[in-house]
T-cell receptor, first 113, second 115 residues
Framework: GENVEQHPSTLSVQEGDSAVIKCTYSDSASNYFPWYKQELGKGPQLIID?????GEKKDQRIAVTLNKTAKHFSLHITETQPEDSAVYFCAASSKAAGNKLTFGGGTRVLVKP | DAGITQSPRYKITETGRQVTLMCHQT?????MFWYRQDLGHGLRLIYYSAAADITDKGEVPDGYVVSRSKTENFPLTLESATRSQTSVYFC??????????????FGNGTRLTVT
C-alpha cells in the first residue's frame, strides 16, 4: 500500500519568513495530493491540493509543487503570519486505491511574532 | 447548516465496554471514512464506505465495527474497548467524480479515553 513520509515534524519560523514542508510517497499510481491544516480542537481542513497532471499550484500565500519522477511534493507558505501556526498534513491517494487518503505524520508549525 | 457532525465530542469509558461514535453528514456524499489520530502516527484509516451497505477495512480495523444503513450516517463501534483505543477519532466524507479523487471533509473529532 501507499506510504507517505513528511518532514520536518516541527518547524519554527519568524513571522514574515517562509515555511516549507516536504513529503514523499511510494505508490507511483497516486495522482491526488491534498494538504490539510489542523487547528487546535478541530478537524483537518483542506487548504490546497494538486493533481498529477500539473507540477505547481498557488493560492495567495500558499503553493504546492509536485515532482512525479522523484515522487515528492512540497508545501510552501510565504510571508508567514501567527495564524499560520497549526499542524499541517500532506496526503496521497489514487482512484485505484478506492479514494482512500494516506496521510503523512504531520508537521507542527509555529510562527513566532 | 450543511456539514459533518460527530458525537459525542468527548467520551470516557472503561476497558471492556462497548462504545459507539456517531457521524452524520448532510451533503449526501457517497464516501465516508473513519480515521484515528495518535501522536507520532498522524491519521490512520480504520474503515471506509463507498456507499450505503458497502464498507471495507482500512489500515487499522481490528477491534472496530462499522455499519452504513443510510448514506448520511456512519457509526463506529468499539465492541470491547481497550486502552490502546484511546485516541481522537475523525469522521470524514467525500464525493469523488471522474478520474480524480476529491477532498475529504472532516468532522471536529471525538476524543475517546479508555480507562
Amino acid at each position: 500500500g501507499e506510504n507517505v513520509e513528511q518532514h520536518p515534524s516541527t518547524l519554527s519560523v519568524q513571522e514574515g519568513d517562509s515555511a516549507v514542508i516536504k513529503c514523499t510517497y511510494s505508490d507511483s499510481a497516486s495522482n491526488y495530493f491534498p494538504w490539510y491544516k489542523q487547528e487546535l480542537g478541530k478537524g483537518p481542513q483542506l487548504i490546497i491540493d494538486i493533481r498529477s497532471n500539473v507540477g505547481e499550484k498557488k493560492d495567495q500565500r500558499i503553493a504546492v509543487t509536485l515532482n512525479k519522477t522523484a515522487k515528492h511534493f512540497s508545501l510552501h507558505i510565504t510571508e508567514t503570519q501567527p495564524e499560520d501556526s497549526a499542524v499541517y498534513f500532506c496526503a496521497a491517494s489514487s482512484k485505484a486505491a478506492g479514494n482512500k487518503l494516506t496521510f503523512g505524520g504531520g508537521t507542527r508549525v509555529l510562527v513566532k511574532p | 447548516d450543511a456539514g459533518i457532525t460527530q458525537s459525542p465530542r468527548y467520551k470516557i469509558t472503561e476497558t471492556g465496554r462497548q462504545v459507539t461514535l456517531m457521524c452524520h453528514q448532510t451533503w449526501s456524499h457517497s464516501y465516508m471514512f473513519w480515521y484515528r489520530q495518535d501522536l507520532g502516527h498522524g491519521l490512520r484509516l480504520i474503515y471506509y464506505s463507498a456507499a450505503a451497505d458497502i464498507t471495507d477495512k482500512g489500515e487499522v480495523p481490528d477491534g472496530y465495527v462499522v455499519s452504513r444503513s443510510k448514506t448520511e450516517n456512519f457509526p463506529l463501534t468499539l465492541e470491547s474497548a481497550t486502552r490502546s483505543q484511546t485516541s481522537v477519532y475523525f469522521c470524514a466524507s467525500s464525493d469523488p467524480a471522474g478520474i480524480w479523487n476529491s477532498p475529504l471533509h472532516f468532522g471536529n473529532g471525538t476524543r475517546l479515553t479508555v480507562t
